[in-house]
């Protein structure tokens, strides 16, 4: 087991975001979690990652616990996430954007600016290295995201969202990049709406609503489960309150 997530709860005020989330994943896994908008997903991934301090509940990456570690501290473990909204440094180079990553992980300026030209070649951006990151597409800034969380060295990636506002033909070309990266030895759990995209790259599918797991398996029976209709439908579309 890579990830182990044991029962993690978060609440916003009154609003419960995470109900007892638990779920478990395999190295070298490409794990998805579904689910409409505000069902915890991005929450979950941010929880994972130690960006927001867990409320409840147990996280365990490579048999460790991380439950109480800080962001920086699980990056280092090799546990990365990206942003649902990727935020480059507009003014700077694809390759400074991903050197920034790889300098929070204690590299030298010199090794920091080689190593991103390693990172941009593998999401295949290896020739834009010099260009500013404002001409960047959708899905060049998506590719960027992801060159900036290999520059960690991870073992594991959690992505958001990572086919967000990018057109069919880059969807594609952005799933032969996540399969790659699995067979350089990742670990992938990923959010996606792109329900089509998400079939054709994941081993197993998670559906969350409203804070809960909902269900998971293959994404044929996920996809296809009652529940899980129900809630793209809006038949249950009230949030809980504490
Ligand atoms: N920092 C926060 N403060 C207050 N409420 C929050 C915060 N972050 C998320 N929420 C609320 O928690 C719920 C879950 O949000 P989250 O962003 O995890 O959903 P999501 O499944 O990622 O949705 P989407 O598909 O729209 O990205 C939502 O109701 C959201 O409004
Ligand atoms: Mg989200």
């Known amino acids: 087991m890579i990830l182990s997530v044991k029962n993690v709860c978060q609440t916003f005020g009154g609003l419960r975001a995470l109900q007892d989330v638990s779920l478990q994943m395999k190295t070298g896994e490409i794990l998805g979690v579904i689910g409409p908008n505000g069902a915890g997903k991005s929450t979950l991934f941010g929880t994972i990652s130690g960006e927001i301090s867990r409320q409840r509940g147990e996280i365990y990456f490579q048999g460790k616990s991380i439950s109480d570690w800080a962001m920086n501290k699980i990056a280092k473990a090799g546990l990365v996430k990206t942003f649902q909204t990727s935020r480059p440094f507009a003014s700077m180079t694809f390759q400074d954007n991903v050197a920034i990553g790889a300098l929070a992980q204690g590299f ?123 809630a793209y439908m809006g038949v249950e579309s009230e949030h809980s309150i504490a």
Do not use: Y
């Open 108 to 230: 030298s300026i010199e090794k920091a600016r080689l190593h991103s030209i390693d990172c941009l070649e593998r999401v295949g951006l290896g020739n834009q290295f010099a260009s500013p990151a404002f001409g960047a597409s959708t899905g060049q800034r998506k590719r960027l995201e992801i060159a900036r969380a290999l520059a960690t060295n991870p073992q594991l990636l959690l992505l958001d969202e990572p086919f967000g506002g990018v057109d069919i033909a880059a969807v594609d070309s952005l799933i032969n990049l996540i399969k790659s990266l699995r067979k350089q030895g990742l670990s992938i759990l990923l959010i996606e709406h792109n329900i089509a995209a998400v079939t054709k790259l994941v081993d197993r599918l998670i559906a969350m609503h409203l804070g809960k797991v909902i269900a998971q398996g293959s994404a044929q029976d996920v996809t296809t489960n009652r529940l899980v209709v129900a």
